[in-house]
């Protein structure tokens, strides 16, 4: 599902999810509607789209703290990432106007 979002206003990333070296990023987040509605969903996206979404967010004057990111190494090798974006920034975040620039899948509704 190309562009998900653009059809809300804005959005709030709350939890972001990654395999060091996969090409894309689960973000658990709630969409906001222009009538006041919202939706929690899940969605894929790249990580170019993430880095310019985290660079938008600090343009907002916030400050990524990376102490609250949880990196797990599993016996395998394979290295997740995770963490919660009102942790790293220190209270919830809306971003408003986002374009993403790459494809975006909802993986849940």
């Known amino acids: 599902?190309?562009?998900?979002?653009?059809?809300?206003?804005?959005?709030?990333?709350?939890?972001?999810?990654?395999?060091?070296?996969?090409?894309?990023?689960?973000?658990?987040?709630?969409l906001h509607y222009d009538n006041g509605n919202s939706v929690q969903t899940s969605i894929l996206i790249s990580h170019s789209d993430l880095n310019?979404?985290?660079?938008r967010i600090a343009t907002m004057g916030f400050e990524?703290?990376?102490?609250?990111?949880?990196?797990f190494l599993l016996e395998d090798g394979t290295q997740i990432i995770d963490y919660k974006l009102e942790n790293?920034?220190?209270?919830?975040?809306?971003?408003e106007d986002f374009q993403f620039?790459?494809?975006?899948?909802?993986i849940r509704a």
């Open 1 to 30: 599902m190309e562009n998900t979002v653009s059809i809300y206003k804005k959005f709030e990333i709350t939890e972001i999810t990654y395999e060091v070296g996969d090409n894309t990023v689960k973000a658990n987040c709630e």
């Open 52 to 55: 310019r979404i985290i660079a």
């Open 64 to 71: 990524f703290n990376v102490e609250q990111v949880n990196n």
């Open 88 to 95: 790293v920034f220190g209270e919830s975040v809306v971003v």
């Open 101 to 106: 620039q790459d494809v975006v899948k909802q």
